[in-house]
Nanobody, 126 residues
Framework: QVQLVESGGGLVHPGGSLRLSCALS????????VGWFRQPPGKELEFVVG????????YYTDSVKDRFTVSRDNAKHTVYLQLNSLKPEDTAVYYC???????????????????WGRGTQVTVSS
């Protein structure tokens, strides 16, 4: 059974930074492509970024390009999301996701990801 546990959320001023972490347990980490979705208050779930099993391919939604950076440490079974230049519209619950995959592709649909963490709150406010 795969489990994902997020950490690193919090309250930050506009322009600030946070680093989210997501630890995967229960299976070999390199068997999984991982990613992040977010759900702003009162809005729909949206894709943020995905990274394939090896880290060789990433895909970001346009609104976070050049501000957010995803990475994975396969030795630590952890994926990271560095959030820089945060804006109030980045306020959301951020969910770590995973799907079994050994290919190059990064998928953006929520239905593609079987495993979800419980989420971590990121609030950007002055």
């Amino acid at each position: 059974q795969v489990q994902l546990v997020e950490s690193g959320g919090g309250l930050v001023h506009p322009g600030g930074s946070l680093r989210l972490s997501c630890a995967l347990s229960g299976r070999a980490f390199t068997d999984y492509a991982v990613g992040w979705f977010r759900q702003p208050p009162g809005k729909e779930l949206e894709f943020v970024v995905g990274i394939n099993w090896s880290g060789s391919n990433t895909y970001y939604t346009d609104s976070v390009k050049d501000r957010f950076t995803v990475s994975r440490d396969n030795a630590k079974h952890t994926v990271y999301l560095q959030l820089n230049s945060l804006k109030p519209e980045d306020t959301a619950v951020y969910y770590c996701v995973a799907r079994a995959s050994s290919d190059y592709n990064v998928l953006k649909e929520p239905s593609a990801y079987r495993y979800w963490g419980r989420g971590t709150q990121v609030t950007v406010s002055s």
